[in-house]
């Protein structure tokens, strides 16, 4: 088996250092020009970028929807793969590496940063979305579409989108704890390319890699954005004007800030613990007062019709549901692609000591678990509602188009929801801020040539961009805008991540397998 070749590449070698700042030049260059192009471009044109984004939005998901679904369905084959062969007991970092985190804090920062905002956002309107238009053409509101409506928003959050980030986490992890080389998107590629990562080839996927990262982030904080100001103005009568969700995104994106500037271990990590207990309290509360029994039961047999309707589901041959398929999966793979740059550095940052077998089963089961209760607790009680009581609260916000207020519409038909109500909000600024933070520590890696202590201002710098590009988005045409962005971005990535899935099995094969792991 031939072994990989040493580089004698230099970690920073390619950075230029000027106003006390450490950039990796062209990448940070080419990115933050792009960028600053792009926000000018949208807010001076703001409708015609409106119209543009609907249109290019269109156009991506019809004629490219099987790049997306193979895509998704080839990444869920290779990590069952991987976890099945020898390779699985490869450790990052050799065998003597041990995990610098324990498994619970761990499982906290990727789980926040995998997750983010959208499950606040969907978490209750997406399982009454498919109640009310299930997929594969069954009848709409009866019990069948209820179950094949919670199985389809489980397949949306589920081990499909795991498997996305798994692909990138551990394509990065191996190339930078096993190979030595820097924690960049372009390193994984040297098993295949050996030096020539280095050059112009590197500089575009690192330069893809945090465009795309950007926009994902965006569509995150825009819809964490349009939550809060829907939240707002549920409980309180706030209105919900552009003005006010900027005036969200700038005082978030300020909050943000302070974490960026406290680093990984005192920032980010504190904050996604907060995250993961926060949650959890959330969800233990609607356990106790909702219908345990009924979510409980509905847990294990939405898992069931999960995995039942799973091949349906991932083909995209002859379907006729193409408000679900092109309106929901193609927008969820375009936006777990998006974020695979900025997740998958993340969590291989914070895998070091991790085996092949145990990153890739702890990313696409216990997350999907976790997801399975957390979707039947919310949107399962929200349908049940529907269902046994007539209850028409959060089914009236779903079908008025206002999916930002549907978790507060359930939370008012349960106990407590003048305090439930403040701890989901808090919860969606928590979710916010977690997002804004490790991205940007994610970004100023990649535009750093892959050095994790760069100075604090080029954390700031990107930080800043983040919330700038929510603002543009928003004002060219909100989640529209921010969902043709995404889908722009994640096409080219999808082709990416296919590549990385060869060159890691290439790099694993040459590595001796850690027979103790």
């Known amino acids: 088996m031939t072994e990989i070749p040493k580089t004698d590449y230099k970690l920073g070698q390619d950075n230029v250092r000027v106003l006390g700042l450490d950039i990796h030049n062209p990448v940070f260059v080419v ?9 000018a471009g949208v807010l001076v044109f703001q409708a015609e970028a409106t119209a543009a984004f609907g249109a290019l939005r269109a156009w991506l998901m019809s004629t490219f929807d099987w790049v997306f679904m193979g895509a ?20 990052l970092g ?24 959208g499950l606040m956002f969907f978490g209750v309107s997406e399982p009454v979305e498919h109640f009310l238009q299930p997929p594969l053409g069954l009848e709409a509101a009866d019990t069948a579409a209820a179950r094949l409506g919670m199985a389809g928003a489980i397949y949306h959050w ?63 904080l825009g819809l964490g954005a349009q939550q809060l100001a829907g939240g707002l103005a549920h409980l309180w009568g706030t209105p919900t004007t552009d003005t006010i969700q900027v005036l969200l995104i700038a005082g978030i994106t300020g909050m943000a800030l302070t974490s960026v500037v406290s680093g990984m ?9 907060a995250n993961l207990w926060l949650a959890l309290l959330l969800l233990a509360f609607v356990l106790m007062v909702g219908p345990t029994l009924d979510i409980a039961t509905r847990t294990v047999t939405s898992l069931g019709h999960y995995l039942a309707a799973i091949g349906p589901l991932s083909n995209w041959v002859g379907r006729e549901d193409l408000h679900f398929m092109h309106g929901w999966t193609i927008f969820y793979w375009a936006w777990w ?14 895998s070091r000591g991790r085996t092949v077998r145990e990153l890739i089963a702890c990313m696409l089961i216990i997350p999907t678990l976790t997801i399975a209760i957390w979707m039947n607790a919310f949107g399962g009680t929200a349908v049940s509602q529907y269902v046994d009581r007539g209850h028409l609260d959060v089914i009236a916000a779903v079908q ?43 970004i100023d890696t990649i535009t750093a040539g892959g050095k994790l202590d760069a100075p604090v201002a080029q954390r700031v710098f990107w930080c800043v961009f983040e919330g700038l590009v929510t603002v543009a988005l ?44």
Request: glycine share 10%; hydrophobic share 55%.
């Open 31 to 39: 990115s933050s020009l792009g960028i600053i192009a792009f926000v």
């Open 72 to 91: 998704g369905n080839f990444f869920v084959l290779f990590c069952l793969l991987l976890m099945a062969t020898p390779l699985g007991r490869v450790r």
């Open 94 to 117: 050799g065998a003597d590496a041990r995990p610098d985190y324990s498994r619970s804090t761990w499982f906290a920062m990727l789980f926040a940063a995998g997750v983010g905002i």
């Open 158 to 220: 589920g081990i499909h989108g795991w498997a996305i980030y798994a692909v990138a986490a551990l394509s990065i992890a191996f190339a930078s704890y096993n190979l030595g080389l820097p924690m960049t998107l372009r390193s994984a590629f040297y098993p295949l390319l050996g030096e020539a990562v280095w050059g112009r080839f590197g500089h575009g996927i690192d330069i893809l890699a945090v465009f795309a990262t950007i926009f994902g982030l965006a569509t995150s």
């Open 265 to 273: 271990e005192k920032g980010v990590k504190r904050l996604s613990e």
């Open 337 to 350: 692609i998006s974020w695979s740059p900025f997740v998958g550095l993340f969590i291989a940052r914070v």
């Open 400 to 442: 008025a188009q206002q999916p930002e207020i549907a978790l507060f519409a359930l939370l008012e038909t349960l106990p407590l929801a003048s305090v439930t109500s403040v701890i989901g909000l808090v919860l969606i600024v928590v979710f916010f801020v977690t997002s804004s933070d490790s991205g940007s520590l994610v």
């Open 474 to 517: 928003l004002l060219g045409g909100g989640l529209v805008a921010a969902q043709a962005a995404i889908t722009a971005a994640g096409l080219p990535f999808a082709l990416v991540l296919v590549a990385l899935c060869y060159t890691t099995w290439k790099g694993l094969r040459a590595t001796q397998t850690d027979r103790a792991g």
